[in-house]
Every structure is written in structure tokens, then in C-alpha cells.
């Protein structure tokens, strides 16, 4: 519901935007001056897409429910990269509309705010796509790109400053959604902060994996979805970064599962009873609950990716909720596994659930080797049509996993994946 409504204010803004477009090309230019109005065109619909992108990332729960965490980073990566393409054209044609008078470019009061804020966006863009193979720290990588948040107003005063805009009530608009929205973050982080949760366990699971528990206000969420964390420790408050909430809304105590694969969570065995959390939840849509109760599940988890599938399976294990259920498991070697002895149990207290374990470098493993693809599904599920397949792990596996389903023929509506790799 929340991605229908949304996508409807997007097309009616931008739709908007174009209108007024029309009217200020013909009112104030005339059609004579196809340069200036296209470069008006180019300014509008950039920094159209350069809000949204900012309403997709300041977390409003309404919207994030009907797209889940995985598509709302895809749109928010699309719109940040339209908007640079579109505000690039609209630099590109200010210099042509220059050279088409025979002047040479003038770099104005107006036009210096401007230039500032396309060079911010056109490297935070950069940064972005190339952050992986920069090998860039997440904290070095994220506060890069909130200096998009000087860029935006850099740009409104540019505009606001050119004597051919200064009057247009868009521009004031604008000026008045990004407010509203920096209000907004202001006013979560206010609360978040004004009602912390305590560690109150910190448990290692095995050699790089640890299960932090927080006690604090009651919080209602579905088994499967995630939450934003910022830790107060020692060395002070750090980066908000999201991880699956491994407890059952069912248990008093509110459980995350990180492993070590970061600067951040590298640190989180050294996180102390005590310290304080600030905790942002729920998010996401990757929930058993949300698909018919008569339909067999199929849990495909590869690493981490456990933690969804355990919140799950100790909701229904604490529900009594009768359902076939199978869950594939893979890692490396059986090293990696944690919560084996309470998922053993969980076979005994739910008839109807089966656990496969699949190890892709361990020689000496008793059980199935190799990876998680079509072949193993259909030796033990057979018919795979009538299922309902959850993914979570690593995006090449999820991708591979995707591709051979649909290859089968599961119907895309039957996939649900929870991408945890930002």
C-alpha cells in the first residue's frame, strides 16, 4: 500500500514539476529560447529527484513498508543517479546557452553556489558507485555521502540568487519539503535518544559472531524485520548501521545477531553490559507472516543470513504455529553454524520442520556438501510450485537462487529475499 501511494505522489510531483515547467518556458522565455527552457526543464526535474532520494533515505516507516530495505537502496540509488545526469545536463546547457551568444561562461555569485553544489554531488555520486572497490571504511563511505545534505541547499541558493528564478514559488517549495524533512531527522534522532535501550547480554555465538540483548521500551515488530542501531560505548556513539532482529516478538528481551565483516561489527564483542543503544525499528517486510498460512515455507538462509529465519522459527516455536517449514542453511564449514543445538530442538518441538545443513568447504562434513541450488531443492522438495521461498545471505547467492527459481518457474510473487549487504 505504502509503495502505491508513494509512487502516485512521486508521478503527480514530478508531473508537477513539468506543468510548471510549461508555464514558466512560455510566460517568461517564449519558445524562441529552446536552450533556456530546456535547461529549466533539466534544473527542475534534477533536483525533483534529488528530494526524493532524500525522502527515501530519512527512514519514514509508512513508505519503507511498502518496498522493504532492499528496494528502498535501489530506488534510493536510482534517484540519486538520475538527479546527477539530470543537473549535469542542466551545467552542460548553461555553457551552451553561453557559447550560443558568443560570450564566454561567467562565473557569477549564483553560479559559484551552483558549481560548489554539482561538484559535492558529482563526487558523493562517485563515491557511492565506487565505494566497494575504493575499499572504503562504512563510516568513511556514509559520511561522504550525507555532505549531499550541504549540496541541496548550496543548489537552492543558487537558484534563488538567479534573478530569472528568485520569485518562482517551486523553489520555495522545495526549500520548504528539504526543511521539513531535515525536521524530521532531527526530531527521530531527539527521540531515539531520549528513550535509549541498555545491553544487557552480549554472548558469543562462535569465533566472529556475537548476539547482543537489549532490555528498553516494549517494541512491536513481526519476526523477520530489521532494526537501526547506534551503540554508546567507550569511544562514544557510533554510525547508525541496520542488522535483522534475531529474538521472537515473543521474548521480553530485544536480540540482533552481527558477525564480524566490518570496522564496526569487528568491535561488537567489545560492546559491554550497560552501555546504551539507540535503536530505530522495526523496518522491512520479510516476514513469514505476510503470505498465505497455507502455503509450505522455504527458508534459504547462506552465512548470517540465519538471523531472520531464527526470529521466525522461535515466534513459531513460541506460537505453536503448526506449518511445513524447511530450512537450508549454508556455510563453509560447520565452524560457522551457532544456535545448532536449539534448532535440533526446534525440529522436536515443530513436526513439520525440517533443517538442512550444507557445508561448501568441508571435506569431512557428514551431512550435504557443496552449495544451495535448484538440484538440492527439487532432491528434497520435489514439486517446487505450490511454495512460498524466503532468501537472506550473500547477494550472489540470493541473485543465483532468483534466477534458478524463475528458471523453474516459481512465480516472482512467491520470492521474498532480505538483502543485508548495503
Not at 557511492?128 to 541541496?152: C, D
Request: aromatic share 14%.
Amino acid at each position: 500500500m505504502g509503495k502505491s501511494i508513494f509512487g502516485a505522489m512521486v508521478s503527480l510531483f514530478l508531473l508537477s514539476l513539468v506543468a510548471v515547467w510549461i508555464n514558466m518556458s512560455f510566460i517568461q522565455y517564449g519558445v524562441m529560447e529552446p536552450l533556456r527552457s530546456a535547461h529549466l526543464l533539466l534544473a527542475m526535474l534534477g533536483m525533483g529527484f534529488f528530494l526524493v532520494q532524500f525522502v527515501l533515505s530519512s527512514r519514514i516507516k509508512w513508505i519503507e513498508r511498502g518496498f522493504g530495505l532492499d528496494k528502498m537502496l535501489w530506488y534510493h540509488r536510482w534517484f540519486g543517479r538520475v538527479a546527477t545526469g539530470f543537473l549535469f545536463l542542466h551545467f552542460s546547457l548553461v555553457l551552451a546557452l553561453d557559447f550560443s551568444r558568443g560570450t564566454a561562461p561567467i562565473l557569477d555569485g549564483h553560479r559559484a553556489y551552483g558549481l560548489a553544489a554539482l561538484g559535492i554531488i558529482l563526487v558523493t555520486a562517485s563515491v557511492a558507485s565506487l565505494h566497494k572497490w575504493m575499499g572504503l571504511r562504512y563510516e568513511t563511505w556514509k559520511g561522504i555521502h550525507l555532505v549531499n545534505y550541504v549540496a541541496f541547499p548550496l543548489a537552492l541558493v543558487h537558484i534563488m540568487l538567479n534573478p530569472a528564478q528568485r520569485g518562482a514559488p517551486v523553489w520555495g517549495g522545495f526549500a520548504f519539503a528539504y526543511a521539513f524533512l531535515i525536521a524530521y531527522r532531527i526530531y527521530m534522532i531527539y527521540v531515539l535518544r531520549k528513550n535509549p535501550y541498555v545491553v544487557v547480554g552480549v554472548t558469543s555465538e562462535n569465533s566472529d559472531t556475537w548476539t547482543l540483548r537489549f532490555a528498553g521500551r516494549p517494541l512491536k515488530y513481526l519476526p523477520g524485520q530489521f532494526l537501526h542501531v547506534q551503540l554508546h560505548r567507550r569511544d562514544g556513539v557510533s554510525s547508525s548501521h541496520p542488522f535483522t532482529i534475531s529474538s521472537s516478538p515473543t521474548e521480553k528481551l530485544l536480540g540482533i545477531t552481527p558477525k564480524a565483516s566490518g570496522d564496526f561489527t569487528s568491535t561488537i564483542g567489545e560492546t559491554e553490559i550497560g552501555d546504551q543503544a539507540y535503536i530505530d525499528a522495526p523496518y522491512g517486510v520479510f516476514s513469514f507472516l505476510r503470505v498465505p498460512e497455507n502455503r509450505p515455507l522455504v527458508f534459504i538462509a547462506g552465512g548470517i543470513g540465519i538471523t531472520p529465519f531464527l526470529s521466525m522459527l522461535r515466534y513459531m516455536r513460541d506460537r505453536q504455529i503448526d506449518r511445513e517449514v524447511y530450512l537450508f542453511w549454508g556455510n563453509r564449514t560447520e565452524n560457522n553454524l551457532f544456535s545448532r543445538g536449539e534448532l535440533a530442538k526446534m525440529e522436536e518441538q515443530l513436526p513439520r520442520l525440517k533443517v538442512i545443513l550444507v557445508m561448501s568447504g568441508q571435506p569431512d562434513w557428514v551431512g550435504k556438501e557443496g552449495h544451495i541450488d535448484l538440484d538440492l531443492l527439487t532432491g528434497y522438495l520435489g514439486d517446487l510450485s505450490p511454495m512460498e521461498f524466503f532468501l537472506c545471505g550473500p547477494p550472489p547467492m540470493t541473485r543465483a537462487i532468483e534466477k534458478q527459481l524463475a528458471d523453474y518457474g516459481v512465480s516472482r510473487a512467491q520470492v521474498h529475499r532480505e538483502v543485508f549487504e548495503l
